[in-house]
């Protein structure tokens, strides 16, 4: 079975420009998930989707993040204008159901760097 | 949410067994114990989960106390392989379940 697949790998940008990340779940997955993980901590929670719907957004800077996903399969998360802080590795999560009994398969996510 | 507390690091040597704890005194009913572990420059990584009774699998075996208020992770040959940091988090099945994670605890396999 194929994996979650992130790009880019890499990302490095100037503070104030704007970037996106592109994920593509398991085939089948209905919940698709967005974590920021600063150097040194545990990944933290930006975002859930059930199909192409939002279900949590709660931890989601939405003055400058955003995600969508189209068609409940890809998703996107976008920062505009990006900040030092914003520097970290972003992960993208899906399950076959948003339950507590299913497993989460996570991706090898994007590391950006803001200088 | 509730809460578990792990060690923030554990040794252990090649080949031997690895007993990795997690507390979890404020654990709810309808909390599921899960453990996932994240290998240098990867995502995090399902390992096993429970609700109740022990649990095996190819990777590793979960422990659950008859209370519940701990777990024990068991692998059961550490290879170098297995360096990585553990994380133990509970998913309340009343509502989304929502994977939290803390700060887990980073294992150090030595040859």
């Known amino acids: 079975e194929a994996g979650v697949a992130q790009s880019p790998r890499y990302k490095i940008i100037e503070k104030r420009q704007s970037v996106a990340f592109w994920c593509n779940p398991i085939?089948?997955?209905?919940?698709l998930y967005w974590y920021q993980q600063i150097l040194g901590q545990g990944p933290k929670l930006l975002i859930q989707?059930?199909?192409?719907?939002?279900?949590?957004d709660s931890q989601l800077p939405k003055d400058r993040f955003s995600a969508e996903r189209l068609k409940g399969v890809d998703s996107t998360l976008k920062i505009q204008p990006a900040k030092l802080e914003d520097s970290a590795v972003y992960l993208c999560?899906?399950?076959?159901?948003?339950?507590?009994?299913?497993?989460?398969?996570f991706g090898s996510g994007t590391r950006l760097t803001v200088v | 949410d509730a809460k578990t507390t792990q060690p923030n690091s554990m040794e252990s040597n090649e080949e031997e067994p690895v007993h990795l704890p997690c507390n979890h005194s404020t654990i709810s009913g309808t909390d599921y114990i899960h453990w996932y572990r994240q290998l240098p420059s990867q995502g995090p990584e399902y390992v096993i989960h429970g609700l109740t009774s022990n649990v095996n699998n190819r990777m590793a075996s979960l422990a659950i106390a008859e209370d519940r208020k701990s777990s024990t992770l068991i692998l059961h040959r550490a290879t170098l392989r297995d360096a990585a940091v553990y994380y133990c988090?509970?998913?309340?099945?009343?509502?989304?379940?929502?994977?939290?994670f803390g700060q887990g605890t980073t294992l150090q396999v030595k040859p």
């Open positions: 085939s089948g997955h209905a919940t």
């Open positions: 999560a899906s399950s076959l159901e948003a339950g507590p009994n299913y497993g989460y398969t």
């Open positions: 989707f059930q199909n192409n719907g939002v279900v949590d």
């Open positions: 988090i509970l998913r309340d099945q009343r509502n989304t379940g929502k994977l939290i």
